[in-house]
């Protein structure tokens, strides 16, 4: 059956209707969502009468903002010209996705042809059609500075002859790399490409390294050139291994254009990578994670003695589709007379002369100067090669204007660094679940033959923006949800109904079901449910359905949750300020515990434990004049000494427990006990819950190795010298599997453990947070605590603990369409048997990534569905069932598999996988095994997408082309290769915050985000253009900004003028500036404000609170600054971005040959 059709837009969900009594709803049809900029476009198939196309100025090139005679990247992105947006092939016919349906043809039966998008909803620039999306070309605005400026030279291009041998060497293997296109043509204007404006003009007469301007012009008419580092012509680059250079005459000249300086030649680069040599170095690399730099514990990152490369955002744009196209690509800009393009885009010679074209260039190509030997060899220049910079100002100038509108199969959504709405029309959210890629292939043997891991990253309690609508609730009173006789599908919109609509046929196992009397409805001359759009499941991709009895444990209903705060009262955590500080906001954060939408209070009890040697109790019980304390010193077998009075509501007992919080700092204020347990304190809230006979969340702020004799008690085994051997994963193990076995009895109970760590040495993080892995909770580490400098921090993190949205005793299970399934899970959560992911909470900032395998042929036709089940106790204690759907394409060749990815969950998933793989491989094989999957994935598609040309090009996809940047970040993250200042715990706890990470987070901790604050306009909202993460992008008169979600570096260059440093700082030198500070100074001037408003914004997109550091160019804090500029070599031996993409260039040739 055709999937695709689902797009259904009905009427508009203005009015409320029978099926949702009293939900206004936002107008959900064709209506224009208030606020979203309407376009002025319709849905770009083909062109449309009254849709000008933008003629594109010569040398402008389209998808990358930048003028060019050719593509930019010359990573023979395959397409790169499509806006980025374009979501598919080029194919005229849609070979993969169904036909359209708007004519009713191929709908499933029982889905006549109805007009998939009335209502105006073309405005929203879905097309009617399963097609994927055509992106409207060359729409783009250009970037700033860069006006075409007219360049009066003829971009005849020839090359030198083959250069002497010393060049041969270009970087042995870089050469034939040419990463910027190879056919150079006219340099572009100064102030135009990747980089700063300043970064591209032509060096005297020569290109700058390998031609950050070198670009190829083609014939727009034939489709955007693929991103192909070293665009089909060979230049004059030896191939790798230093074979002799072929020289390539590119004929004919392109009218207007005078011949360029005599340079046509890319400058080799003078370090050759293949052997591994260093590039030269322009400035000490990098640090190791977490240096902790000598120096007060102050100069810790974020919970992390040194955070791992993290990542900003940024990934290919979605779905740009890519070489190897067949059909007649979309008629874009008017052709331009050019290089004729190769099937994917790379450039053939031009046969014959052309229209407006002389013959061939006769004549010497030295341009007036002499043909001698090519400029001295230089490095491969870093604005030639893909900046994620770059694709994410594109996808947000291309997407981030129209609400992405889920009704048609297969469409890959924006990407998670542009901001944009989204409309359910059949397909829940990218907000819910991204893929790896939006269209899959249909056999076991193809997707073995490409390697693209096909996943799913599920966030199933995901936050909306205010403009969104909430996933519905449905309640079909006692006979509870309709499902599927067989597989137990729930209903939803993909399920298709027969026979008058008294049965219906389930789109994940085909079996044919009685329609229940009471949800019996006649259907429409389409052979759609005239009450299609009065019911959520039947029109939207998420809703929530009010589940009976039958679904909770022990077949009676829950009560509601409860909360335990289970406080650390040693001589540590005393004397830090700790106990004071978490006592003092308790007593006014109880006031904001989660509770149901429209209930006057919280629903969720609370009780408190105090311990360190011995565990306290307090009742708390409303009748009491004073809280009472009972202590169990028998740890060995853990009970809970008192039921009544323990779990108590806020406001009955306010005063008992305001009294308890005044109380506790004053009750150890003298202690002298050192030694503290940890699994009893978790045995203590389990039991608690227990006998409440209710779900829960235990609070524990815990300081130091439990030592004390109980059981699960842990003994100091950190060891550096293991790094690097075998026994390496080892430290990412528990010691005992004494944990595991109380994890488990916890998700049985639904007992979900946060724990909030502030230690001053080693604690054993790998096994002190099993518990809250397995249970589905949160871990915070503060390490050497600091209250004036680390307590914003906690109490931000601690409140927005507390507050959010969390669901209890959950199940998930994951339902496919016939031919694949649901085979391998990543995240925080237990499973018991091979379905069913279990967590004794989830939260709405806890992804679930889930892996799929062939088990059968998939049809391009149908398509495939997931339908996410998540079976969970709210708040309030309502057991609720939250379904997800998702329709996929699926093709029969590689090149729409590799036009439909999404390079961010890709890097997700990879480093999930490899994350994971530390446990039971030594790091260094964990690391070859991503460098080779990925190579793989890049030969697979050079060899069957790419049109043939010369071995020493690098050809990536377009929407892959950032594989590289982003997999070299992993591959140089703390976890898999960590400098000597990181710690054995900070391992361990990046290793647990990563598996549960959204796409979102994973982007910008991978990728750092890097902002220039001088260059912020003060009168504006908006943030300052990003740059590329590394060091010679930072110049010694500006302020920067960095972040990864977890720390917030601000760097200041040594030439800051003195007034920026007084307006920020409040300071009259640079001199003055001090590290210690933990926030910025409140100063009533525009620019205070405005860095400021720029770290709060970056602070509410985060979900944790991330610790500032204040970072002096050339002090001792640098170094930690610098391991987070991923793109440059790091000190533990990391690659830079530059010499990562040549290695991986010469891992794919081996696998081609």
């Known amino acids: 059956m055709s999937v695709n059709q689902q797009a259904h837009t009905g ?121 994927p999306m055509q992106r409207p070309p060359a729409s783009q605005p250009f970037l700033p500075g860069s006006a075409p400026t007219p360049v009066s030279q003829t971009s005849t291009f020839q090359q030198y002859g ?120 322009t400035m000490p690399g990098p640090p190791l994670s977490g240096q902790t730099v000598a120096g007060p514990p102050t100069s810790q990152p974020n919970h992390i003695s040194s955070p791992p490369p993290p990542s900003t955002m940024s990934g290919p744009h979605p779905g740009p589709p890519m070489s190897g196209l067949h059909g007649p690509p979309p008629p874009t800009h008017p052709p331009q007379p050019g290089y004729q393009m190769q099937q994917n885009g790379s450039f053939g010679q031009v046969r014959g002369p052309q229209p407006n074209y002389g013959g061939a260039y006769p004549g010497t190509p030295n341009y007036g100067s002499q043909p001698g030997p090519p400029p001295p060899p230089k490095r491969l220049d870093p604005d030639s090669i893909p900046s994620p910079i770059q694709v994410i100002e ?61 996943a799913a990253v599920i966030k199933p309690l995901a936050t909306l923006p205010p403009e969104e609508t909430l996933p519905y609730l449905v309640d079909h009173g006692e006979s509870g949800p309709v499902r599927c006789n067989r597989c137990k599908a729930y209903m939803c919109p993909f399920m298709q109904f027969i026979e008058g609509g008294r049965r219906f046929q389930c789109c994940f196992c085909s079996c044919v079901t009685e329609v229940p009397p009471h949800y019996f409805q006649h259907l429409d001359h389409t052979g759609k449910r005239v009450d299609f759009y009065d019911r959520p499941e039947l029109s939207l991709g998420s809703y929530e359905f009010l589940a009976t009895v039958d679904y909770c444990k022990n077949n009676k209903f829950p009560s509601p949750p409860a909360f335990i705060f289970m406080i650390d009262v040693s001589y540590n955590a005393v004397k830090s300020g700790l106990v004071r500080l978490i006592c003092e906001e308790l007593k006014s954060l109880l006031d904001y515990l989660p509770r149901e939408g429209n209930m006057e209070e919280s629903a969720i009890r609370v009780g408190f434990v105090t311990y360190n040697k011995v565990l306290h109790f307090y009742n708390v019980k409303s009748s009491l004049a004073q809280p009472q304390m009972m202590v169990v010193s028998d740890v060995a077998d853990m009970f809970v000494p008192l039921l009544d009075g323990f779990l108590v509501n806020v406001n009955e007992s306010r005063t008992v427990i305001a009294s308890l919080l005044d109380q506790i700092p004053e009750m150890f204020a003298d202690t002298r006990e050192t030694e503290t347990v940890f699994a009893p304190v978790i045995q203590a809230g389990l039991e608690a819950l227990k006998a409440a006979e209710c779900a829960g969340k235990l609070f524990i702020f815990h300081t130091s190795l439990p030592i004390a004799e109980a059981p699960g008690k842990l003994k100091n085994r950190d060891d550096k010298k293991l790094i690097n051997t075998d026994k390496e994963k080892t430290l990412f193990q528990p010691q005992t599997s004494f944990y595991n076995n109380l994890a488990k009895d916890c998700v049985a109970q639904g007992c979900c453990v946060d724990l909030f760590l502030f230690p001053n040495q080693y604690l054993d993080v790998a096994t002190l947070g099993v518990v809250t892995y397995q249970t589905g909770g949160s871990i915070y580490k503060y390490a050497y605590f600091q209250l004036e400098t680390d307590q914003d921090r906690f109490l931000n993190d601690l409140r927005r603990d507390v507050q959010k949205e969390v669901g209890f005793d959950a199940v998930m299970r994951v339902r ?112 070859d095994a991503l460098i080779n999957q990925c190579a793989q994935i890049l030969a697979c598609y050079r060899k069957n997408c790419a049109s043939p040309s010369s071995a020493g090009q690098l050809i990536l996809p377009e929407c892959m082309k950032l594989l590289p940047v982003y997999l070299n970040c992993v591959l140089k993250s ?55 993460n590394s060091e010679e992008r930072l110049s010694k008169g500006d302020i920067y900004l960095l972040e990864n979600g977890l720390n917030i570096f601000v760097w200041v260059g040594v030439n800051v003028q003195q007034g920026l440093i007084q307006n920020l700082f409040g300071v009259s030198s640079f001199s003055q500036i001090s590290n210690a500070l933990s926030t910025l100074p409140v100063l009533e001037n525009p620019f205070s404000k405005k860095v400021r408003s720029i770290v709060d914004m970056l602070q509410v997109q985060r979900s944790r609170y991330m610790k500032l550091i204040i970072v002096k160019q050339e002090d001792k804090l640098e170094m930690l600054f610098k391991h987070f500029l991923v793109e440059d070599k790091s000190l533990s031996g990391g690659a830079s971005y530059v010499d990562f993409l040549c290695h991986m260039h010469k891992e794919i040739r081996q696998l081609l040959s």
């Open 816 to 927: 496919t369409s016939t031919g694949i399934r649901a085979t391998d899970f990543f995240g925080a959560f237990y499973m018991s048997n091979t379905t069913d992911v279990e967590m004794a909470g989830l939260d709405c900032d806890k992804t679930i990534t889930v892996e799929f395998k062939h088990d059968d042929k998939l049809s391009e036709d149908s398509g495939a569905l997931l339908q996410c089940a998540l079976l969970y106790t709210s708040c309030a204690g309502q057991r609720r069932l939250r379904i997800h759907n998702l329709s996929l394409n699926c093709c029969t060749q590689l090149a729409d598999l590799y036009r439909n990815c999404e390079t961010d969950t890709l890097i997700n998933y990879l480093a999930k996988y490899a994350y994971r793989g530390v446990l039971g491989s030594p790091v260094k094989t964990v690391r």
């Open 162 to 281: 083959p250069p002497p041998a010393s060049v041969q060497q270009l970087s042995n293997h870089m050469a034939g790399m040419t990463i910027g296109s190879t056919t150079a043509s006219a340099p572009p204007p100064a102030g135009l490409g990747y980089g700063p404006p300043t970064s591209v003009p032509p060096v005297s007469g020569s290109f700058s390294a390998t031609g950050s301007g070198l670009y190829t012009p083609y014939t727009a008419s034939q489709g955007p050139p693929p991103t192909s580092v070293s665009q089909g012509l060979p230049l004059a680059q030896p191939p790798f291994l230093g074979q002799p250079i072929s020289t390539q005459r590119l004929p004919t000249q392109v009218p207007g254009f005078a011949p360029p300086p005599s340079s046509t030649g890319i400058g080799p680069s003078s370090y050759s990578p293949a052997t591994g040599a260093p590039r030269p170095p």
């Open 11 to 131: 009427p508009p969900y203005g009015q409320p209707q029978p099926g949702y009594q009293g939900y206004q709803q936002p107008a959900y049809g064709g209506q224009p969502l208030p606020g979203v900029p309407q376009s002025q476009y319709g849905a770009y198939n083909g062109p449309m009468p009254g849709y000008q196309q933008p003629v594109p100025p010569q040398g402008y090139f389209p998808s990358l903002g930048f003028p060019s005679k050719g593509s930019p990247v010359s990573l023979n992105s395959d397409t790169s010209s499509l806006a980025p947006n374009f979501i598919g092939s080029l194919r005229a016919p849609p070979t993969s996705g169904a036909p359209p349906p708007a004519t009713g043809a191929s709908l499933p039966s029982g889905h006549l042809a109805y007009s998939q998008f009335g209502h105006g909803d073309v405005q929203n620039g879905i097309p009617a059609s399963a097609a």
């Open 394 to 454: 594109d996808d947000r100038s291309n997407r981030g204007s129209e609400p992405f509108v889920t009704g048609v199969r297969g469409q890959v959504p924006p990407l998670v660094t542009t901001n944009f709405l989204v409309k359910d029309q059949g397909n829940a959210s990218p907000r819910y679940i991204r893929c790896t890629s939006y269209n899959i292939p249909c056999t076991s043997d193809m997707a073995k033959q490409s390697q693209v891991p096909l």
């Open 974 to 1028: 703390d976890v898999l290769q960590p400098g000597p200042e990181v710690t054995t715990d900070d391992r361990a706890y990046i290793r647990q915050l990563v598996t549960s990470m959204d796409v979102a987070e994973t982007n910008v901790f991978f990728y750092p985000r890097l902002l220039p604050l001088t260059k912020a306009d003060v009168d504006s909202d908006s943030l300052p253009a990003a740059i590329r």
